[in-house]
């Protein structure tokens, strides 16, 4: 049995500290599934992008996850660690240094193996500015990020080959979450030759070393997944082909799985219909819930008047019931009055939030020289219920004044929006509300709050940028020791406490998600794996009526 190789008691308690567990991914295939079959998603929205770099939304990164592979991964339905691509490796004392060792005979799908050169490419490119991934903020704590950053490198200088099965990391600072970064699918495996053959149509033509093997996307229609018959993951996937089809409504959708048409509903279920599906005996024991580190958030420009003045931004906060939104989508969630999820580590129980409060919200806006109010534009996803949401938003501004004009897009061009600096003064994130890359505080912070995510395509549409804050959220994470874990959540409490005080959010709620499976489908327990990101593990889903 392949065990990490931790080479000293500092690196045995920093695994400890990221609740690791010693288990081989051969371990993790369920015995009770069977091969073979076929299933049918669907979903409302096409896909923007396959590539691993790029693509951060819901819908793709669950597919991205089948196409590719990292040097991490985490058990199915679990928050615990485990190597992936990477068969072991050793963390230096100091908590700077992270040696893996690769997988021999692992194949991208175009039957080349893949060695640490590809690593080191893949990492080289998502921190490459043009590549424009909304990811490379992920990587700021390896050596040599600030060079390729500013353009002044081509590779990042921590990232060494060793040996074509060997690949070394130095850090410029302790990392708590390191090993989660190396899990997130911006940190997947790529071929260079495969790259330069597609160039930016690579999202188009995804060669991995995946369960998952793409032959056909017909844009607007489907895209179909068959089985990688030389997938280095022995007993995996259990199903030999996976049809995303595209272009459903989602109560079409529900209408289809109810009559056995397809498996797996990829938006969810309804809003709508939620009731009428949870009344029914024989529905409800097909609904799989997903337990969700998240939080739905409305998003305010920083950058673009009025909302560059914090006294503006406040009275948003107040004027929104969040109480009412949450009835909107029959309580499947509880209000927020903060970024981080209550069962994240760092969420402060006794933060006083912003209450909701009309006649302070008025006079907030006046103060900020606003007495009348004024005119903006609010943007949301367009799949129910987020229209609904974005009303009731609308209502509640108007109340105080702010007249929002409603942009209802798909999910891709509201996220080229916010990823635009000129793009968006408010969005409705939900459908892409954020969901936690990886169970710790400081995944609600970097990318979606912190300075490193405040950059084309990037995903803080608030454009928010405190260096102060960025500062002390390196100092947090530079907190390895897990003595030491209360005092490092407590400094992450006071980040939060900081960046609400700013308020480039409003934050609305946390959310949990209802889908459902067709009665032929098992792995129920294998179809959420939230905490993680990954909405449907398509690896680990099989038929129970294999087709």
């Keep these: 049995m392949k065990k990490f190789l931790a080479s000293t008691v500092a690196a045995s308690a920093l695994a400890l500290m990221l609740g690791m567990a010693s288990v081989r991914a051969e371990d993790a295939v369920d015995p009770n599934a069977k091969q073979g079959g076929a299933i049918i998603v669907t979903y409302k929205d096409d896909v ?83 590549t424009q991934s909304p990811g ?46 190396m899990a997130i699918n911006f940190a997947h495996v790529v071929p260079k030759e495969e790259v330069e053959k597609y160039g930016a149509d690579f999202g188009r033509h995804p060669v991995g070393t995946g369960a998952f093997k793409l032959t056909e996307w017909t844009l607007g229609q489907r895209l179909v997944f068959e089985r990688n018959p030389d997938y280095w993951h022995k ?27 397809v498996d797996v509903l990829g938006d969810v279920i309804p809003p709508a219909k939620f009731q009428e599906v949870m009344a029914d005996p024989e529905q409800k024991a097909r609904v799989v819930e997903g337990g969700q580190l998240q939080t739905g958030y409305v998003t305010m420009n920083t950058t673009m008047a009025p909302f560059d003045n914090v006294k503006v931004r406040q009275a948003v906060n107040m004027a929104i019931n969040k109480a009412r939104i949450v009835q909107i989508i029959n309580n499947r969630a509880v209000p927020a009055n903060q970024p981080l999820p209550p069962s994240m580590p760092g969420y402060n129980k006794d933060y ?114 405190n260096k102060d804050l960025d500062a002390k959220a390196a100092e947090a994470d530079s907190v390895v020791d897990p003595a030491k874990a209360g005092e490092r959540a407590k400094m992450w409490s006071a980040i939060y406490d900081k960046v609400m005080e700013d308020a480039p959010w409003a934050p609305v709620f946390n959310e949990q998600r209802f889908t459902m499976k067709s009665a032929r489908m098992g792995g129920a327990d294998n179809l959420y794996v939230d905490p993680v990101h990954i909405p449907i593990n398509y690896d680990n889903v099989y038929a129970k009526d294999v087709q």
């Excluded at 074509?164 to 990391?169: A, I, L, M, R």
């Excluded at 007993?235 to 056995?260: S, Y």
């Design 352 to 465: 006083k939030a912003y209450p909701y409060d009309v006649a302070k919200a008025k006079a907030l806006l006046a103060e900020a020289g606003h007495p009348d109010g004024f005119e903006t534009q609010l943007f949301a996803m367009n799949t129910d219920p987020n229209p609904r949401i974005a009303q009731a938003i609308q209502q509640d501004l108007a109340a105080i004044g702010i007249k929002a004009s409603i942009q209802s897009l798909a999910q891709a061009n509201v996220i080229a929006a916010g990823g635009d600096k000129a793009g968006a003064p408010m969005i409705w994130s939900g459908g892409m509300a954020w969901i936690a890359d990886f169970p710790d505080p400081s995944n609600f912070y970097g990318p979606i709050l912190g300075c490193a995510g405040a950059v084309p395509g990037g995903w803080n549409w608030s454009w928010y940028c």
């Design 48 to 130: 923007a992008t396959l590539d691993p770099a790029i693509g951060y939304d819901w819908q793709n990164w669950s597919m991205i996850k089948s196409l590719f592979d990292g040097l991490m991964d985490y058990e199915p339905g679990t928050t615990n660690l485990k190597p992936d691509l990477a068969e072991s490796y050793e963390i230096a004392p100091d908590g700077k240094t992270f040696t893996f060792k690769l997988r021999h005979g692992v194949k991208f799908h175009n039957g080349r193996e893949m060695t640490a050169d590809d690593v080191k490419y893949s990492l080289d490119r998502v921190t490459n500015p043009k």
């Design 235 to 261: 007993g995996l996937p259990h199903l030999d082909k996976i049809t995303f089809e595209i272009g459903q409504e989602p109560i079409v959708a529900l209408l289809r799985l109810q009559k056995g048409e």
């Design 136 to 181: 490379a903020g992920f990587f700021g704590s390896i050596k040599g990020y600030d060079d390729v950053a500013a353009g002044k490198a081509e590779g990042l200088s921590g990232v060494t080959v060793v040996d074509p099965y060997t690949v070394k990391f130095e850090l410029t600072r302790p990392d708590a979450t390191f090993l989660h970064v």
